[in-house]
């Protein structure tokens, strides 16, 4: 299928009507994630503009962080801690099939917007939760982010050089895991609705607990061993020989050979073909071992020759390696270009903009990304206004009172309103 032919049809989604009235990574994620693939997102904001807005890297004054996440979604702006405001969700959600949100535990009851209130309004909505702790449990008051749940998880404890400290990633790694989790939460909980004939349903996702179950069998290891993993660098502790390596030119490359037919030709390739009948080669629990004179060996051959020559000797004995990128690198890749994963994007205040494409791939029905996120409640008056049915005179009331915000609804024409309406397909 042509790139041509992937940017056709409204996407797997089209009809999914989900309300985005989350703040900052893993709630607001999960709406972008589904945006990609054809719902019909809408985002709802503060009128005083999301935190996202300012946080980050700017160009022009435009956040690329928003822009980032807030793609695909048409923006408004309610303050729904307020009761007009909240009566505005309540109306966004009479045919809703999905709200995500992420205030803490309580807030959304504080404000009349519980789930017994939404689901007496519409009994099909499933309401995506996300917090920190979850909606139960001694913490669930706290406030907490995604780098609370990389703390708690367990992931920093593990993440790291032996003789360093734990170390947290340097980007949104426990949100983004919560999203992703989150997103196939809510696409099971519509599955239930929509063919097994069930109601509307609350996800309670806790943003530390997707991530903790990603590293693995750590509990079923500590319950039934006593074994605490720890910090070992670029190599583990249950397999081997895998590291980072890096060349006579000065590049990195990652290596690993989990597989025993790959461990045998890794070995071979690097002059020490008779560590392949050594007893403790056999099995995973030897290497491990054994693991500094892998490491030796491998990594004295890959510093003697360059980062081509080392890719050029793997490749030809269908071995694993790969070279440590940065997004420079990734930006000249062939195998980045020719899939598209970074697609182009015009955007009225960027211009041509380069960014992540949806991913995974569907062959009949893929994602897009058709635009990224744009002014703070450029689309009040097409939602609020012609779908909800306010009037502009309502609607200029609400924005004098504080309720909705974005710039005056003169300045948007019924065209330029049609036209972003039109992009939802």
Known sequence: MSSSDESTGPGPLAGLKVIDAAVLFAGPVIGTLLADFGADVIKVEHPKGDALRTLGWQKDGVSLWWAFVSRNKRLVSIDFGEPEGAELLKELVKDADVLIESFRPGTFEKWGLGPDVLHAINPNLVIVRCSGYGQTGPYSPRPGFGTVAESISGYAH??????????????????GV???????????????????????????LAIYEPLFWLLGPQALVYDQLGYVQNRTGSSTDWTAPRNAYQTSDG??????????????????????????????FADHAGRVEH??????YIGGWIASHTQQEVMDAFESQQAVVGPIYSIADIFKDPQFIARDTITTVDDPRLGKARIQNAIPRLTLTPGKVRFLGGDLGQDNRQVLGRELGHSDADLERLQAAGIVGGPRLT???????????????
């Open 158 to 175: 593990i993440n790291g050089q032996p003789d360093g400290p734990p170390t947290l990633p340097p980007f949104a790694l426990g949100d």
């Open 178 to 204: 919560a999203s992703m989790f989150g997103t196939f939460a809510t696409m099971f909980a519509l599955w239930h609705r929509t063919v097994n004939g069930g109601p509307g349903q609350v996800i309670d």
């Open 251 to 280: 590049k990195w490359l990652g290596m690993s050979a989990s597989s025993q037919s790959i461990a045998e030709r890794v070995m071979k390739l690097v002059g020490h073909p008779e560590i392949v009948d050594e007893p403790w």
């Open 291 to 296: 693991q500094d004179i892998l490491n030796e």
């Open 411 to 425: 300045s948007q024409s019924p065209a330029a309103v049609d036209d972003r309406a039109a992009d939802q397909g």
